[in-house]
């Protein structure tokens, strides 16, 4: 009978809670309903040429275009140099970070393994790779990145990188040796150092050098530059290193902190074998106690030692606001206007955001390139073979010109091996060479500001680096413009990587051309998503060539 009785209070209980909870649903249906209805009887305050679903569909066909657009590109292939299938031993391939045996020379297990990782995009088998040390790998897997602006990096496409055997290869090894060389003298003394001039005749006697030259042979004004027209014209240094910078509501001077002089790594053999093997540097950075303008090599080195991504496009986009109107290109539908200025449009906000997006989505390109693609060994891998080589170890393919080139030899005379004195105690990052993730970025940022400023504007109070790097110079001589300085301003970002060790030179110019297309393939996605009466952005690329978006 209890048993009944509880049974029975709790079916009650059970009951009366269901009636409970209807109620509650049947008050909020009833709040819902009034709520809707008062929706329904409220007016629509929007005003414009287009209701909210007309500029939702417009939204939409604009970026089914842009989609369409990138997708029905014609898919370019992507060569290589062949050079991981010609040598079993992959002595011509990035391998730093995996172990290596007692000559440098990556395990092949361990390769395979890393050759397969990539081949699948499998995430667990990044997981299971057979590290050597206890450096990591620097994100693989962005190398499978889809992004929703800009050309797919996989549509973006590069020339192979010079053979391990060729002549050019051997005189970009030449040119990082004459780097390391030189990284301490002033570029204000380039005319009348000896080492310079030494470097000069023994670069113009390579059958393939593909840097800038002067009646057919290197000079010191042209000696480590780029080859873009403004490259060759005044300072070594682009303005956009050498000027203020209008920081908000601080003014930051571009003296930066830079490395003690006569401080190079990497010069023993076991420190070589040890990071290549992702092992940690014995040594440490040892600091100028002065911080200094950018006046020699070893300075510039530092500087893209420790910049974050896209620090140099923003400083320079920075300094070119600053300029005012005036340095804005002709295509701006505000420069004219009687009663408006653009800033989400065509304005600072704008320019901007636009600069710092293409940075990111250019290194996606690059990582694509890098892993999936090339696999380029680093110069700092090559100075392993060379010194194994000369020393009689080994036998590498490699070019005689190189091997008989003087830097080689005064470096074996100044350090006691023939490998590459590196401007860091880590040497290169633990990513692959082609292309410079630096050179993309800073393409991709320069391009991007090409496309919004008057490129023959020319620069006011230019400026140049004493030779102490502790104060700046007017310069007098000819007109430095935003376009040259700009293309300048590349160079110095890519190939100061090149005067620290870490990469080659067509690296760089070759990352450069990659960061642009990424920037003119954004700004044409951007096209039809103005109101303003725009006729398209229009610009010169680093070949010299105009493009009209």
Request: aromatic letters at 12%; proline letters at 5%; glycine letters at 8%.
């Amino acid at each position: 009978m209890l048993n009944k009785f509880i049974e029975s209070e709790v079916s009650k209980i059970i009951q009366n809670n269901k009636m409970e909870k209807n109620q509650i649903c049947e008050n909020n249906i009833s709040k819902e309903e009034k709520s809707n209805e008062n929706l329904k009887l409220s007016k629509s305050c929007e005003t414009g040429p287009l209701t909210p679903h007309q500029n939702s569909e417009k939204a939409y066909k604009i970026r089914k275009d842009a989609a369409s657009f990138q997708k029905d590109l014609p898919m370019p292939g992507h060569p290589c140099n062949t050079d991981e299938g010609l040598y079993s031993k992959k002595i011509a391939n990035y391998s730093k970070a995996l172990p290596h045996n007692k000559l440098g020379e990556v395990k092949i297990r361990a390769y395979n393994i890393w050759i397969k990782a990539l081949t699948t995009g499998n995430p667990e088998m990044f997981e299971d790779l057979p590290l050597g040390g206890v450096r990591k790998f620097a994100n693989p897997q962005a190398s499978y990145a889809f992004d929703l602006e800009g050309p797919n990096s996989h549509q973006l496409t590069m020339p192979a990188p010079p053979n391990f055997n060729s002549a050019w290869m051997a005189s970009e090894m030449a040119e990082d040796y004459w780097r390391a060389l030189t990284r301490d003298i002033p570029f204000a003394e380039y005319d009348t150092d000896l080492l310079i001039h030494e470097a000069v005749y023994d670069m113009s006697n390579f059958s393939d050098y593909h840097g800038p030259k002067h009646g057919g042979v290197v000079t010191t004004g042209t000696l480590f530059r780029g080859n873009t027209a403004g490259d060759l014209v005044g300072p070594y240094i682009s303005q956009f290193l050498c000027k203020d910078v209008p920081f908000g509501t601080k003014i930051f001077k571009q003296q930066y902190r830079t490395a003690l002089a006569a401080k190079d790594y990497m010069t023993s053999y076991d420190e070589w074998l040890n990071i290549q093997n992702g092992g940690v540097s014995s040594s440490s950075d040892v600091f100028d106690p002065k911080p200094r303008y950018i006046r020699n090599g070893r300075d510039l080195g530092e500087w893209v030692h420790r910049d974050f991504t896209y620090q140099s496009v923003l400083n320079t986009c920075l300094i070119l606001l600053s300029f005012g109107d005036k340095a804005l290109c002709s295509e701006n539908p505000y420069l004219y206007s009687k009663t408006q200025v653009g800033f989400i449009t065509f304005g600072s906000a704008y320019i901007l955001d636009l600069v710092a997006k293409s940075a990111r989505i250019a290194l996606e390109a690059a990582w694509f390139q890098k892993f999936l693609v090339h696999r380029r060994l680093r110069p700092e891998e090559f100075g392993g073979r060379i010194h194994n080589n000369l020393i009689g170890v080994t036998n590498y393919p490699i070019n005689s010109e190189l091997l008989n080139c003087k830097a080689i030899s005064k470096v074996f005379n100044k350090y006691g091996t023939y490998l590459l004195p590196m401007a860091y105690p880590e040497g290169c990052p633990t990513h692959t060479s082609y292309p410079a993730g630096h050179a993309c970025i800073v393409g991709a940022g320069v391009t991007m500001m090409k496309a919004f400023f008057n490129e023959d504007f020319i620069i006011p109070n230019p400026v140049v680096a004493s030779a102490d790097g502790l104060s700046l110079y007017s310069y007098s001589n000819r007109p430095l413009t935003i376009g040259g300085e700009l293309n300048k301003l590349a160079s110095n970002i890519s190939l100061g990587r090149d005067t620290a060790g870490v990469h080659w030179r067509s690296d760089g110019t070759e990352g450069l051309k990659i960061g642009e297309a990424v920037a003119i393939g954004i700004l044409h996605d951007f096209k039809k998503t103005y109101n303003e009466d725009f006729k398209g952005f229009c610009l010169k690329k680093f070949n010299g060539t105009t493009v009209t978006i």
